[in-house]
């Protein structure tokens, strides 16, 4: 799921590698890893998970790894500026989509550059394909679902204390899920910009492997990021929230605390 920087390095010119910066164009345009393409996942959002919102939310996301080239010989890498939301929201789209070969780069380009390594400012393009993925309904949580199984889940609030606590509204309702427990996505990540190592992620998440666990934030990145730090320590049963607290604080009947 992890691709350290050196290792990327190895295989930069490999022609199955589609390798993709997921920030903004201007970011991407400064400057980038050679031979990547651009794609600002932070454009995607998606905050309904009746049925009918995601049977167009799978739709959506085909023709856009239909355009990006993907296909099950492709080897997927995504990074972001550190080992961050957005390369995290990519994976998890993925392997949502059952890819099997996709990855993130520990670190992103903050860590590629400060060791020196190569930079490019030319554009490169998309090579279309037709994706063809199977969407994986084990790694992706409904407002539904969690409304039924409310006490039967570890259900994982990562944004801030502030938002947890109600005191910033960013939704027609400020507060959270009931029963959810509330780490701050940003602890996932250590002083350089990679994943903290396996010893300090699991006193972060003192749980069994096997629990049920659903993420969320506000939009489901942050919960993406929790989604690879919880599968880099073992974790087996984890769902992203794709609604987040973008769908839940707007459905006045969905109970909160």
């Not at 939301?85 to 099997?100: D, I, N």
């Not at 250590?190 to 006193?203: H, I, M, R, V």
Request: aromatic share 10%.
């Amino acid at each position: 799921m992890l691709i350290t920087t050196s290792e990327l390095e190895k295989i930069l010119d490999d022609p199955n590698l589609i390798l993709v910066d997921t920030r903004s164009f201007q970011k991407y345009s400064q400057a980038h890893i050679p031979n990547a393409v651009n794609l600002d996942l932070f454009s995607f959002h998606w905050i309904d998970t009746s049925h009918e919102g995601i049977s167009s939310f799978n739709h959506q996301f085909e023709k856009i790894f239909s355009r990006l080239g993907v296909t099950e010989e492709k080897k997927v890498i995504f990074y972001d500026d550190v080992s961050g939301m957005l390369a995290a929201r990519g994976v998890w789209l993925l392997e949502y989509f059952s890819h099997p070969r996709v990855l993130m780069l520990d670190g992103g380009i903050t860590k590629w550059n400060s060791e020196g390594r190569a930079s490019s400012i030319i554009l490169v393009n998309y090579k279309p394909a037709n994706f063809s993925g199977k969407p994986n309904p084990k790694i992706l949580a409904g407002f539904q679902h969690i409304l039924d199984n409310l006490n039967k889940i570890t259900i994982l609030d990562v944004r801030s204390k502030e938002e947890f606590s109600g005191k910033l509204v960013r939704a027609a309702r400020g507060g959270h899920i009931p029963t959810s427990i509330n780490v701050d996505y940003t602890e996932n990540i250590a002083k350089d910009g990679t994943f903290k190592d396996a010893e300090q992620l699991s006193k972060l998440y003192q749980l069994k492997k096997d629990t049920e666990i659903v993420t969320y934030c506000q939009g489901a990145y942050r919960a993406a990021n929790t989604y690879v730090a919880l599968k880099k320590i073992g974790f087996t049963n984890i769902k992203v929230y794709l609604g987040s607290w973008g769908e839940w604080g707007n459905i006045l009947k969905l109970p909160i605390e």
